[in-house]
């Protein structure tokens, strides 16, 4: 199973971002999936989460500003970002939760979480 997030890059005050995160691999479940972000010099924190019925939770800091949305035909997990502001610069990380398929084509007895690569939001003037 492997993330991969995309999307990030250099965006002025007050403008708009997409992340996007897809999951890859022989896929049976994506229960809780969630964005994070890490700015230099502090400790990862949730932005969004979704879980597998829909239920979104957000960080107070970026309620109103952030949506969290998944598409589970396509194993994908996206964030929109708006008003972004110099404080949401950041490495923006994807996280799944994801019950898998072995060669043999049983499933994992549990799910297991994973992380993306991380993409880089620098929100500037």
């Known amino acids: 199973v492997q993330l991969q997030a995309s999307g990030g890059g250099l965006v002025q005050i007050g403008g708009f971002l997409k992340l996007s995160c897809g999951v890859l691999g022989r896929i049976f479940e994506i229960q809780d999936m969630g964005w994070y972000r890490q700015a230099p010099g502090k400790q990862r924190e949730l932005v969004a989460s979704?879980?597998?019925?829909?239920?979104?939770h957000y960080a107070d800091s970026l309620m109103g500003r952030v949506t969290i949305s998944r598409d589970d035909a396509k194993n994908t997990v996206d964030l929109q970002m708006s008003d972004l502001k110099p404080e949401d610069t950041a490495v923006y990380y994807c996280?799944?939760?994801?019950?898998?398929?072995?060669?043999?084509?049983?499933?994992?007895?549990?799910?297991?979480?994973?992380w993306g690569q991380g993409t880089q939001v620098t929100v500037s003037s």
């Open positions: 996280k799944a939760k994801v019950r898998y398929y072995h060669p043999d084509d049983t499933v994992s007895g549990r799910a297991y979480e994973y």
């Open positions: 979704i879980t597998i019925a829909g239920n979104t």
